[in-house]
């Protein structure tokens, strides 16, 4: 087979080990693999170039895409699409895999429907596939937010501050969850759970009148910014946060074990779905096991936060 490979979307820590583990494992069964640059931007204009074994060579540990990725709107319509479908059918390719979140998988859908053999691998830090446990990237995103809030939590006790740390999740609380459990934050806010300014503000007074030294917020970008929320807070309590705002330093560095470990299990199995004849099916995994998920239960779906968690956030954080 001649495999295209491609990484789309925001990028995702451990990528690359997915990468090299599609292009090795490929060459090890005989077969060659095609990768484009700058995802359906690089599909659309044909830019692609052959990948070997030395070419993936050290970059097992290293954040981000050697392949490169970008937003592609114009993917999302028809005319998008053909164009390439037109340069996969003109490069010669027997197949794709699509390394990426929901909206890569929802473009690799539209791929698989117009006859080409497709196959998914589920990345993104946002967590939010529908179908799988564990996506690539989500747990190096939660180490790094971790990190950076239990750093914060040494000023904010210092000087008896509450704060406020915006980590990404535009749709949903995936990050911020697991991240404000994992570092005994004070309140978490997400999407998914309303949340009362008048009791987050009394909860805040009652904290340090029992002698808490901070009080810290995680919240989720997607139910607000945080300037917007820290004034909303203010107005209604007289309380002025400080803010922290992590952004893209949750996608960067080095991927974590978890990462490395599941992005080349992901690629490896990716591979072998289409040896097998396995085609329109995304990589994921569900209760430790791998497994396929068709790409048409998936796309236009969004796996949402276990919120029981927030209870025991609100049991432990008193």
């Known amino acids: 087979m001649k495999i295209g490979l491609l990484t789309s979307g925001g990028d995702a820590p451990g990528m690359n080990a997915a990468i090299r583990s599609v292009v ?17 931007l690089g599909l659309m204009n044909g830019e692609y170039l052959r990948m070997d074994s030395r070419r993936v060579g050290g970059i097992l540990s290293r954040g981000g895409t050697i392949l490169l990725t970008s937003r592609a709107p114009e993917f999302k319509l028809e005319e998008g699409v053909s164009k390439g479908v037109s340069v996969i059918r003109e490069a010669g390719l027997d197949a794709l895999i699509v390394i990426g979140g929901n ?3 929802t473009g690799a859908y539209e791929i698989f429907k117009q006859g080409i053999p497709v196959i998914g691998i589920a990345s993104t830090i946002d967590n939010d596939l529908w ?30 501050r509450v704060f406020v740390v915006e980590v990404m999740g535009r749709d949903v609380g995936f990050i911020a969850m697991h991240c404000g459990v994992a570092v005994g934050a004070d309140e978490i806010i997400i999407p998914e759970i309303p949340y009362d300014l ?4 009394l909860k805040i007074k009652d904290a340090f009148m029992l002698g808490k030294k901070h009080f810290i917020i995680v919240l989720a970008e997607g139910v607000d910014k945080a300037p917007q929320f820290c004034q909303k807070l203010y107005e209604v309590s007289g309380i002025e946060p400080k803010i922290s705002t992590l952004g893209y330093l949750q996608r960067g560095g080095d991927p974590t074990y978890t990462d490395r ?3 080349t299990t ?5 591979v072998k779905a289409l040896m097998e004849g396995q085609s329109g099916k995304i990589v994921g995994i569900r209760h430790h096991q791998l497994t396929l998920i068709d790409m048409k239960d998936s796309v236009g779906k969004v796996k949402k936060v276990n919120t029981s968690l927030y209870d025991l956030t609100e049991i432990l954080s008193i």
């Not at 937010?145 to 000087?159: E, G, N, Y």
């Not at 008048?198 to 503000?201: N, V």
């Not at 992901?266 to 990716?270: D, E, Q, R, T």
């Open 24 to 40: 090795r494992t490929a060459i090890y069964h005989d077969h060659q693999v095609y990768g484009f640059k700058r995802g359906y």
């Open 103 to 105: 909206g890569s998988q």
């Open 131 to 160: 179908g799988t446990d564990k996506t690539i990237g989500f747990d190096t995103a939660v180490n790094n937010a971790m990190d950076a809030v239990d750093k914060i939590r040494d000023t904010a006790t210092s000087h008896e």
């Open 198 to 201: 008048s009791k987050l503000s």
């Open 261 to 263: 470990f599941l992005a």
């Open 266 to 270: 992901f690629g490896n199995y990716a």
